[in-house]
Every structure is written in structure tokens, then in C-alpha cells.
């Protein structure tokens, strides 16, 4: 995985074939496809959403989205923090991979 800079929200992710990508919350997230093909899943959706190179999918909704590689692959993920990347200021200490509430609790 390479970013251009720690503040960037935009950074590249080579996947080998099989192997799974996850962003914990996808709201705001585009996963651009550059090379490969990649099956992209979002929790409680029913959609088979298959991108190929130049393809992009853009999610608006609070869900976990898993990045399935097809084939040796590379995408590009945007408007995201990986967990590599510091917490900018403000943020305490916060995991990134633990999401907001929002107020629900489990049935």
C-alpha cells in the first residue's frame, strides 16, 4: 500500500488474487478499480457489484465493504483513513477501526 502524503485521503492497495480488503464504515469511500478485477460487498446488500479496470463504486451508507480480489488487482481507495495512517489532531485516541455510534444498540 503507498499514499502521497500522511494528510491524503486517496491511496492505492495491490491485492493478490483471493485475498480481501475491508473498510470498516464505507459511508463516503469511492474503491476505484486500476487493474484486475475486484468484487466489491457491502454488509446487508444484495448487489453483485464487479468492478474492472477504470470501473468505480462510491457508497453513501453506513456499512462495512469488503473488497474481494478476482484476480491479482490493484484499487485505488479514496476519501477513506486506512488504519496505517496517523489520527489527525483533534481525534484523541480513538481507534480507526472502531466506528461512531449512532445511537443503536444490538438487538
Known sequence: MSTSSPASSRF???????????????????IECRSGSVWVTLDRDPRDIVLEPGNRFESAEHRRVLVSALEASCIT???????????????????????????????
Open 12 to 30: 492505492h492497495v495491490s491485492l493478490p488474487k483471493r485475498s480481501v480488503f475491508a473498510v470498516p464504515d464505507g459511508a463516503g469511500v469511492g
Open 77 to 107: 481507495v479514496s476519501d477513506a483513513r486506512p488504519a496505517a495512517m496517523p489520527l489527525s489532531k483533534g481525534t484523541g485516541t480513538r481507534s480507526p477501526w472502531r466506528l461512531p455510534s449512532h445511537g443503536l444498540s444490538p438487538a
